[in-house]
């Protein structure tokens, strides 16, 4: 359908033909002797002129080109370049026209805003290789569109040529290098995690240090100079860490740390190591025990803010958590020893002393470990555990505290701890014939309690003994804490010499539902031989092609003065664990410490509890957060979920204005149509 542009450009080449045509008619009538054949004037053949009839063929539309075919723009800072496309129609007699009304997109949608002009505006906050589309009269043409993003920061004292001194051909010798410690090569994250602490070792007093964080489309540098109070780290600013994890998705961020030493003037090229960034954002809040403090710690998603939500809670301290799979309640236990317990309704304020319980505290409603069914009506927990072999799992009234006898077979009883029930609510996997309490056991088989329906159980099950991996690092026959896949396909569990993850050594493990596919999560516990991990537990989500699984671990988190090495102190890890593994295949990837911890406490027991995708004008990080799939800029500039732009309308579809409709259609009279 022909636009102004072309519509006006027919009608001038129409009067133009009429206007010669009369001229010729005229010159013929004029001639003596009236007809051309009797004056011997020759006839008018019309054959012989480049149209018919007077009138030649209006041109019409063969293509259009989208100018300039490339562009590449560099964002400073979050700063907003800009480039105008124009869009050419090419006609069938060669010449060319400009074509105003054609409609642009731009894929992918975050790179930025197109207006019906063709001015692009980069968003500032994403970067890499997409295109730019221009469709009018059912023809299009693409551009490409490439947008780097930079940030720079220069620390304080830094010398102002200080790029320069790092230009050099840069030395290598491992042992004067600054080497990274943290984050580890290999590791998996997913793309809302918050900051990673860059920390290395190595350095003196008037360093100079280049710190490096490189994608193809995306890059961070840092130049810090070493004072006294230097900790061989440095925090990336989130605004640039989110550019980070977002552009290019696909790609590995390279990070790289080169001193230059200030004793002698070497520039020391440090060993590089990559991290990945999954498609894939934790929502919601973490829930750890501080043991130290005594109190559940809660972090939310996107910040490192721990917050002591529950400051008083009843005889002076909570622990031995759970949480429900929806995230809205936490069944937790009070006080020291043999603990008595409730349940905590997470959406209400808890912080008044008393805090607000689900039932009262009772001497009679005492357990150790628990865990939620998946509509949060039952709580299974193990109860006697300091008793010997009095031990037993039993089922709970959540709202009432009341403990609630199964209709249908029997509880397991004798040496039984760590219950752990699935998602889909088919069967609790627990531990059997513990030689004591579930904290610091040195013997332990997996079993598994099939659920037939509301408070209905079937026999006991055994899935693997604490023998069966007796010769794969660390020796030992404690398995303990079972944990279920977001899927109730996988269990993982930890096994070594104790399930204490204090003193003990331990690894990671992964076992199908059926007893098969025993497999070492040998990533996730930091090697082949390492044996500091402790507590699996599964977060609810499957993102990425991972779900995400937090643990305890006593290795080095980093360097002594921004981390925790040498003091071997617990702290929640996270590990990605790859769905659809093949046999044999770890699924494991490489973790990564949980950011907002207090590398200065002692952390365990960690929880997730989720929340939902977010709304259409919703804030938001990076675009997994959002229900649409996409974290744009809004109108005030600000990070929003928005909708991508919709589908234009076809020929014939209803419409609210020019715009909605496809190829420059105009819209008339509330349909797609031309006049």
């Not at 865990?371 to 039993?394: F, Y």
Request: with cysteine.
């Amino acid at each position: 359908m022909p636009g102004a542009v072309e519509a006006a450009y027919h009608l001038d080449m129409g009067r133009a033909a009429l206007l010669l045509g009369t001229l010729l008619v005229g010159c013929e009538s004029a001639a003596p002797g009236g007809s051309g054949a009797d004056s011997g004037v020759p006839a008018f053949d019309s054959g012989a002129l480049p149209f018919d009839s007077g009138v030649r063929p209006a041109p019409t539309l063969t293509g259009l080109d989208l100018l300039p075919p490339r562009a590449e723009l560099i964002s400073t800072d979050g700063s907003r370049p800009t480039q105008n496309f124009v869009v050419i129609g090419r006609y069938s007699d060669g010449s060319t026209v400009a074509v105003t009304a054609a409609r642009f997109t731009v894929d992918p949608y975050p790179l930025g805003n197109l207006d019906g002009t063709g001015l692009f505006t980069a968003s500032g906050a994403f970067g890499g290789r997409g295109r730019v589309r221009a469709e009018y009269a059912g023809y299009s043409a693409d551009a490409e569109l490439i947008v780097r993003l930079e940030h720079l920061v220069l620390g304080a004292g830094v010398p102002n040529d200080v790029a320069v001194r790092f230009s050099g051909a840069p030395t290598v010798d491992p042992a004067r290098a600054a080497q990274l410690v943290y984050p580890l090569d290999g590791a998996v994250m997913p793309q809302n995690v918050p900051p990673a602490e860059v920390q290395w070792s190595a350095s003196a007093e008037n360093d100079l240090y280049q710190v490096t964080l490189v994608k193809p489309h995306v890059s961070i540098t840092a130049y810090l100079l070493a004072d006294a109070g230097f900790r061989d780290a440095f925090l990336p600013e989130t605004n640039a860490w989110r550019r980070l994890t977002t552009t290019d998705p696909d790609e590995s961020a390279v990070i790289q740390v080169n001193r230059l030493e200030a004793a002698t003037g070497t520039l020391l090229s440090g060993t590089p190591v990559s991290v990945r960034f999954a498609r894939a954002a934790l929502t919601g809040s973490i829930y750890y025990w501080d043991i130290v403090a005594g109190r559940i710690v809660r972090i939310d998603d996107g910040t490192t803010n721990r917050q002591n939500f529950m400051p008083n809670p009843p005889q002076g301290c909570v622990g031995c958590h759970s949480v429900s799979r929806s995230g809205r309640y936490m069944a937790g236990r009070f006080g020291g020893g043999d603990n008595v317990g409730s349940v905590m309704d997470l959406t209400l304020d808890l912080s008044p002393n008393p805090p607000p319980l689900q039932f009262a505290l009772e001497d009679t409603r005492r357990w150790w470990f628990s865990s939620w069914s998946p509509d949060d009506t039952r709580l299974v927990v193990s109860r006697d555990e300091n008793t010997g072999g009095n031990s037993s799992l039993v089922f709970l009234d959540p709202v009432t505290g009341a403990f609630i006898d199964p209709i249908e077979g029997t509880m397991p009883t004798g040496y039984v701890t760590h219950p752990d029930w699935a998602p889909d609510g088919s069967a609790i996997a627990y531990v059997a014939n513990v030689d004591t309490w579930g904290g610091q056991n040195l013997t332990g088989d997996l079993f598994l309690l099939p659920m037939l329906g509301v408070d209905r159980v079937g026999p006991s099950q055994p899935l693997i003994a604490g023998t069966a991996v007796i010769g794969v690092v660390p020796t030992g026959a404690a398995a303990s804490y079972p944990s279920w896949s977001p899927d109730s396909t996988l269990i993982a569990f930890a096994h070594g010499t104790s399930s204490r993850s204090e003193t003990g050594l331990s690894a990671l493990y992964g076992i199908k539902k059926d007893g098969t596919g025993l497999i070492r999560l040998s990533k996730a516990s930091g090697g082949p031989t390492a044996d500091l991990s402790f507590q699996p537990r599964f977060s609810p989500f499957r993102q990425g092609g991972y779900y995400w699984m937090s643990f305890l671990s006593r290795r080095n988190y980093g360097n002594a003065k921004a981390g925790t090495a040498g003091t071997s102190r617990q702290q929640i890890w996270v590990s990605a664990i790859k769905e659809g593994a093949n046999p044999g295949e770890d699924p494991s990837e490489v973790a990564y410490w949980l950011p907002g911890q207090d590398p200065a406490s002692l952390n365990i027991s960690a929880y997730w509890a989720p929340r939902p995708c977010r709304a259409a004008g919703s804030g938001c990080s990076v675009s997994s957060e959002c229900c649409s799939g996409d974290c744009a800029l809004d109108q005030a500039g600000a990070q929003a979920c928005t909708e991508a732009p919709p589908p234009c309308k076809e020929f014939g579809e209803a419409c609210g204005g020019d715009g909605e409709c496809c190829s420059g259609v105009l819209c008339v009279a509330g349909t797609c149509g031309s006049l």
